[in-house]
């Protein structure tokens, strides 16, 4: 687990999604074969459904998308390939949308939370090895076992309250 506070931003309305997908994949792709791991072309187009936007998709999505590339794929198999790509760290399952976002620093072990944005749906993560420590020893003190320290905070990210700023109208 790394020491450092490991958190993705929440990226510009203007940016360029294509890179954020190109360099996802490269790096899934590197990492799947340093460890020796298949990357089915299934768990690649999955993947890459995953980073069709930093907002999480649900498996049911995913399992839309599939269809409509045209291939056979059901629900068991779309579950596998997730179970695949989360166990390996290359996609994030965000626990109170029951859905899934990719992650941009695989490669370095991290407990992961989520800032969502409920104006745009997009995710960032923070990984903060202060907060996990804060919280195991308070459990500590109570004598309490962990089972999961699921840290979800909502909110609005900074672009979309420049948008509520600039013109409330636009919001409703
Ligand atoms: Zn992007
Ligand atoms: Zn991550
Ligand atoms: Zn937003």
């Not at 899934?100 to 923070?126: K, M, T, W």
Request: proline share 5%; charged share 25%.
């Amino acid at each position: 687990m790394s020491k450092e506070i490991i958190s993705s931003t929440f990226p510009s309305p203007q940016h360029n999604h294509s890179e954020c997908v190109d360099a996802a994949l490269g790096e899934a792709e590197r990492l799947c074969r340093i460890r020796d791991l298949r990357l089915t072309p299934l768990r690649k187009r999955v993947f890459e459904l995953i980073w069709q936007s930093h907002r999480p998709v649900t498996a049911y999505e995913l399992l839309d998308r599939l269809v409509q590339d045209g291939r056979r794929a059901q629900a068991p198999t779309v579950y596998r390939s997730l179970e695949f790509l989360t166990e390996c760290g290359l996609v994030h399952r965000v626990e109170s949308m029951n859905a899934y976002v990719g992650c941009n620093q695989p490669s370095r072990g991290h407990e992961v939370g989520f800032f969502i944005c409920e104006a745009c749906g997009d995710v960032a993560e923070l990984a903060d090895p202060a907060l996990s420590s804060s919280v195991t020893k308070g459990a500590k003190q109570l004598g309490f076992t962990v089972h999961s320290r699921l840290i979800e905070v909502r909110g609005t990210c900074r672009a979309c309250t420049a948008i509520k700023t600039d013109d409330p109208k636009r919001m409703l």
